[in-house]
């Protein structure tokens, strides 16, 4: 006789039950909130079209709006979002995008003070169409954005030196193309210009964090001095990643000097080596990556011609310990030494008084 149904599930079908439920809740709020979102970015849209119309036909100035925000305040008191500011920046947004169309599938898709951001910090319209792309795709907060914007992002990538258009299939060249930047902005760093390549290694290895978000998307960390052994001797590599999106081993080799010939042949080895080593037949051709402090582009194209393996090379700057406006108000060692003698002087007359 087959035992009752229990009227309790057991423990794992309870579980998963809740575990289901629990992720659909959350991906219907994530759509609520973004469908949110869309309509009041495509509501400021609207207002500021209709302030920027009114203005531009009946040649009002910019009174109209310090009385629209009273007015709109009085009449919705509980809803923020009606101040002078905002309105101009309603204002800006319409003039900024006249296309209803990219308000709703571009910029819609971004929070308000996310746009509102672009509008104060970027005045080129395919560059504020690129950064909203990238924050979408990477779910940048407002300061992530920020930090990119003012790191000049959309200007560093794909300006690498690179043979991937000879060495890569396409469409992977021209992907692995813009995955590389020129400068990397290491500025997160605290050490010294003049520190070894292992310091600069530990460093971002340490902060790998914030290295990665310097990287890009879609960066795997594999390890930092990465041993590979070939005919019996073994082979460190500085850094080496696995890239999600182009399915492919990333070696990374540091340089604290300027590019030299030779340290194209060095990753060209690095490259084969991971190829024949670690590679499998889903992945796609290993990339190398040269990061050096500073490199002569012809110097670059020269050494990349005779390579059979994808290498790019790019440089990076550090954080300069002050900045120049600061460095120009301190005092020199002249200075401070004179100003030390002068003090002693003066403290032995007291003394003899």
Not at 63 to 89: C, T, W
Not at 120 to 136: H, L, N, S
Not at 311 to 340: A, F, H, W
Request: proline share 5%.
């Amino acid at each position: 006789m087959a035992d009752p149904p229990s009227l309790f599930p057991d423990d794992d079908r309870y579980s998963a039950l809740l575990n289901d439920l629990k992720q659909r809740i959350r991906t219907a709020q994530v759509r609520a909130a973004l469908a949110v979102n869309r309509e009041l970015v495509l509501l400021y849209w609207q207002i500021g079209r209709e302030i920027l119309q009114r203005q531009q036909a009946e040649g009002w100035g910019g009174k109209v709006i310090h009385r629209l925000a009273q007015d709109l305040k009085r009449e919705f008191p509980d809803v923020k979002g009606f101040s002078r500011s905002n309105l101009m920046y309603m204002r800006a947004f319409a003039e900024a995008w006249p296309d209803d169309a990219i308000v709703q599938q571009a910029a819609g898709q971004i929070p308000w003070f996310h746009n509102c951001t672009l509008l104060d910090k970027v005045k080129d319209p395919e560059a504020r169409r690129w950064y909203i792309q990238q924050t979408i795709e990477n779910g940048w907060s407002r300061n992530v954005l920020v930090m990119q914007i003012e790191s000049g992002l959309y200007d560093r990538q794909g300006g690498a030196v690179t043979n991937f258009a000879r060495a890569l299939p396409t469409p992977q060249s021209d992907l692995a193309q813009q995955l590389i930047k020129d400068p990397y902005n290491f500025d997160f760093l605290t050490i010294r210009k003049d520190a070894r390549e292992s310091e600069l290694e530990n460093a971002l290895t340490y902060q790998i964090r914030n290295f990665l978000l310097e990287l890009g998307m879609g960066f795997s960390f594999l390890g930092s001095q990465y041993p590979i052994e070939v005919s019996g001797k073994e082979y460190r590599l500085d850094l080496l990643f696995y890239h999600v999106h182009l399915h492919c081993y990333v070696v990374i080799d540091l340089k604290m000097g300027e590019f030299e010939p030779q340290h194209s042949g060095q990753m060209s080895f690095y490259v084969a080596a991971v190829d024949n080593l670690l590679r499998t037949d889903r992945d796609d051709p290993t990339i190398g990556i040269i990061l050096c402090k500073s490199k002569d582009r012809t110097t670059v194209e020269y050494a990349l011609q005779g390579s059979q393996q994808p290498i790019g090379v790019s440089s990076y700057k550090l954080r300069d310990n002050l900045p120049e406006s600061l460095k120009q108000q301190l005092p020199t060692s002249e200075q401070l030494e004179m100003g030390l003698e002068t003090a002693v002087q003066k403290l032995e007359r007291q003394e003899e008084e």
